[in-house]
């Protein structure tokens, strides 16, 4: 039983094509959140969603816009790729938004574009 | 503003001896500070985390940190590596205002020899 679960593990495609990471978690959590790494391993918050509700915003280029449909999911669709959107990006759950709460990560998906 | 210095890029040591991976936070409020495990091409996973409880925290594996307020620190220890913690290691702190915003450091690759 995964506990946070992403599709697709890798996605290869061109420059210029729209492509969504779908992420679902079986906890119960009231939050999530998709974090974006990059080829030197360093991640970085780019969204965090509390009970379908938008609460982190980082500077993120508009081409990403998070979808949260119900509280177990935070789907991430990419407009008009480009090479620099290359990275493994991770979806996150925590129980609640608070600042001491453990977040539970997904296994990833891996983008390649090109 | 919160930040995370993790002090070495590859920490090497052979299997059997002690481990020692060293965090350096910065924070303006009281922080949560976390310890993430990043094996290879998997998800992330929590060690340890200490929110303002004991100062020495004792996570999975054998792992465990201590949180030194007057010196900004919260290194990682483990008195004897396993082959299996070869991975990598990320430190992380989350300030107690707002939501929880994760900022993770650059990472420490620990790699055990036999």
């Known amino acids: 039983d995964t506990a946070v679960s992403q599709t697709p593990k890798y996605l290869v495609t061109q420059m210029g094509n729209d492509k969504s990471i779908k992420c679902e978690q079986n906890l119960g959590h009231d939050t999530m959140y998709w974090y974006k790494q990059d080829s030197k391993k360093f991640l970085k918050i780019m969204f965090s969603?509390?009970?379908?509700?938008?609460?982190i915003n980082e500077t993120v280029p508009n081409r990403f816009s998070p979808k949260s449909p119900d509280k177990a999911h935070l789907n991430l669709h990419i407009n008009s790729l480009e090479l620099g959107d290359s990275a493994v990006y991770f979806c996150a759950s925590s129980p609640q938004a608070s600042v001491a709460a453990t977040q539970y990560f997904g296994p990833g998906t891996r983008l390649t574009v090109l | 503003a919160q930040s995370v210095t993790q002090l070495d890029s590859h920490v090497s040591v052979s299997e059997g001896t002690p481990v020692l991976l060293r965090c350096n936070y910065s924070s303006s409020y009281s922080p949560s500070l976390f310890w993430y495990v990043q094996h290879p091409n998997k998800g992330l996973q929590l060690l340890l985390k200490y929110t303002s409880a004991a100062t020495l925290v004792k996570g999975i594996n054998g792992f465990e940190a201590e949180f030194k307020k007057s010196e900004t620190s919260f290194h990682l220890t483990k008195p004897s590596a396993h082959m299996s913690d070869a991975a990598e290691y990320f430190c992380v702190v989350s300030e107690s205002t707002g939501y929880s915003t994760l900022t993770f450091g650059k990472g420490t690759m620990l790699l055990v020899s036999p």
């Open positions: 969603y509390n009970n379908k509700e938008l609460i």
